[in-house]
């Protein structure tokens, strides 16, 4: 079974700091998505990284795919409240499988 | 476009008593999942459909749950009998292909 880890799992800043969180796994997968989710809401999708050593930017946020295809981040500039929320990973291999995700708080 | 629609948005029901959840996918899609979520254990896939045919059922906890999917415009997951430790939020998501998966808001379950 392929298994997504997320790190940090709660991550608390104040806005305009950066920071990054990560998604790995020991399993190879063909495309990895990060999604948002925010309180009484379904997850969102972010972007999808398909090659080894991709990086997508979607404004303040960066997503990176590792050269092995084995794991992932995301990085944002500049924090703002409004990006508070779930971020999850998702793989896609022999199975799409979710990451436990990382719950990120910007306070103003 | 509506999204992907899900009813009802919050059930209480007592333990033994069944339940229905109710996803309206996007129009034209041919994919739809149900997933459930919960602090301990993540979101969990329980079962996905492809063009109204259930293709992997690996998820599903248990023989109380069921899923179907009479066309392409509805599906059901029911729990019957339900337990306390089905309390989750559900999620049906729909998607063309697999890749773009679009999430309705959930059903949020407790059952008591």
């Known amino acids: 079974t392929q298994l997504l880890e997320q790190s940090p799992q709660f991550l608390s800043i104040q806005e305009g700091e950066n920071l990054t969180v990560y998604c790995n796994s020991s399993s190879v997968f063909s495309s990895l998505q990060w999604y948002r989710q925010e309180p009484g809401e379904g997850p969102v999708l972010l972007v999808t990284?398909?090659?080894?050593?991709e990086v997508k930017k979607l404004k303040r946020l960066t997503f990176q795919f590792g050269d092995a295809r084995k794991d992932s981040s995301l990085h944002i500039t500049a924090a703002q409240p409004g990006d508070t929320g779930l971020y999850l990973c998702?793989?896609?291999?022999?199975?799409?499988?979710f990451g436990p995700g990382t719950r990120l708080s910007v306070l103003p | 476009d509506a999204g992907v629609i899900q009813s009802p948005r919050h059930e209480v029901t007592e333990m033994g008593q069944e339940v229905t959840l109710r996803c309206k996918p996007i129009s034209g899609h041919d994919y739809l999942f149900w997933y459930r979520q919960t602090m301990m254990r993540g979101l969990e896939l329980l079962i996905y459909?492809?063009?109204?045919?259930?293709?992997?059922d690996s998820g599903m906890p248990e023989d109380r749950f069921s899923a179907k999917m009479p066309n392409a415009s509805f599906s059901t997951l029911k729990i019957q009998p339900s337990e306390p430790r089905d309390s989750a939020v559900y999620f049906c998501a729909s998607s063309s292909g697999k890749m773009r998966v679009h999430f309705g808001n959930g059903t949020r379950l407790t059952v008591t």
């Open positions: 998702a793989g896609h291999g022999q199975n799409f499988v």
């Open positions: 990284v398909v090659t080894g050593g």
């Open positions: 459909f492809n063009n109204n045919v259930p293709i992997d």
